[in-house]
């Protein structure tokens, strides 16, 4: 949902990927250090209750990685290794997040809402796995009420307030959250099955539809990630 407003907020960028630029740091070591801090912030702080801390080191480290795609495109460095990087590095961060807080909700003999930010981490890796996925066999999947930066907003703020004092905040969110979650991962699954249906109807050769021949059968066998 927030994808809309992407275009923007890039151009607000720009300015700052200039004079960030200047000073020198490359696209990709402003993707490392962003993640580092992120999961520091999360890993050291969250576990011990400091949800307010926490969250401000993360919330200062994640504005910090979103200047990476300004300084990439003001450089002329933008590349494919980059975005995988890029997407890669987020992964972790979003892992970092929801695992610290997880620790730290245990810790606090809040085993309940532990096991829904687990949930929380397993059903955003999902949802963000199922759009690559769907890409990379050919289809779009630009859906989802809760993509990874309406899930990182919530849990952040939710955090942030729930270390000032703010009762039931965290497990309002964390619990609203799951069910979001949820709903994207399904949406995502019906917006693939309709293009996988309907390119199967027409009988597109070249297409991700022949997954239902056999020799696509093959393929997908071939293709498919190890599974443990």
């Not at 990087?85 to 309940?112: C, K, N, P």
């Amino acid at each position: 949902m927030l994808n809309k407003i992407r275009p923007g907020l890039e151009r607000a960028l720009t300015p700052v990927g200039h004079a960030v630029a200047r000073i020198g740091p490359s696209p990709n070591a402003i993707t490392v250090v962003g993640t580092l801090g992120v999961a520091a912030g999360a890993l050291v702080l969250f576990p011990r209750g400091e949800f307010f801390w926490g969250t401000m080191v993360i919330t200062a480290f994640v504005l910090f990685d979103m200047l990476d795609g300004a300084v990439a495109r003001v450089t002329g460095k933008i590349s494919k290794f980059g975005a995988f990087l890029d997407s890669t590095m987020d992964r972790v961060a979003d892992a970092a997040i929801f695992s610290g807080l997880m620790i730290g909700l245990y810790r606090d003999g809040q085993e309940t809402l532990a096991w829904v930010a687990l949930y929380c981490l397993v059903a955003g890796a999902v949802v963000s796995y199922a759009k690559a996925r769907a890409e990379g066999l050919g289809y779009t999947c630009n859906v989802g009420i809760a993509e990874r930066a309406e899930r990182l907003i919530v849990a952040l703020v939710a955090a942030g307030f729930d270390g000032l004092g703010v009762p039931f905040i965290l497990a309002v969110a964390l619990w609203a959250l799951a069910g979001l979650s949820t709903i994207t991962i399904g949406q995502r699954f019906a917006t693939v099955h309709v293009q996988a249906k309907a390119a199967a109807e027409a009988g597109d050769a070249g297409g991700p539809s022949d997954a239902e021949s056999g020799d696509a059968a093959q393929a997908r066998g071939s293709a498919a990630e190890p599974r443990p």
